[in-house]
C-alpha cells in the first residue's frame, strides 16, 4: 500500500514537472481577452493608436493611483514604476479573473507569464508599460496577483462612455 502511495506521489510530481516545463507557467491560463471588443474589461492595445499615457506608481502594497478615469475606445500606455522593494504586477481582468488569478499565485507563487497581454511584471527599481484598449463603458479593475500583495494592492478604471 505504501508502494502505491509513493509511485502515485512520484507520477503526480512529474506531470506537474511538465506542465511547467520550458514554459516557466503554470498550465492554467485566464480567459483570453483577446475575443474581440465585447469583452468587458477590454482587448490589448495597438502601440500605434495610443490615447495618452498614465503613470502609475507600484508601492509595497499599493498603487497610486488606485483610481483612474478614461474613455471608452481609449487606448492608454500605463506606464508603471516600481518604487517598492518587492517584485509587483498589474494585471487588468474582471473581479473574479484577479481573484482567480491570486489563488493560482498563492499556489505557485513563483509562476511567469510573460505572454500575458493583460498584466505585466514590474521588478523594484524598474519601469514597464502595458498598453490596453478600453472598449466599453462601466468599471475594469486591476491588482497585483501575488501572494499578499492583493489584499491591498489594487484599483479601479472608470471607463467614462462615449
Known sequence: MK????????????????AFAGTGQSSQRLPDH???????????????????AIEIT???NRFKPADITVRQGETIIFVLR???EKKHEMMIGTPEELDEHAKM????????HP???NMITVQ???TGQLIWQFTQAGTVNFSCP?????????????????
Open 34 to 52: 483577446e475575443g474581440g471588443p465585447d469583452s468587458s474589461v477590454g482587448i490589448p492595445g495597438d502601440p500605434g493608436k495610443v490615447s495618452r
Open 82 to 84: 516600481n518604487s517598492g
Open 105 to 112: 499565485m498563492k499556489k505557485f507563487p513563483d509562476t511567469e
Open 3 to 18: 508502494g502505491i502511495f509513493i509511485l502515485s506521489a512520484l507520477i503526480s510530481s512529474l506531470l506537474l514537472t511538465g
Open 124 to 126: 523594484p527599481g524598474k
Open 146 to 162: 501575488l501572494p499578499g500583495h492583493s489584499k491591498g494592492m489594487h484599483g479601479t478604471i472608470n471607463v467614462e462612455a462615449r
Open 58 to 60: 507600484m508601492v509595497d
Open 115 to 117: 505572454d500575458e497581454p
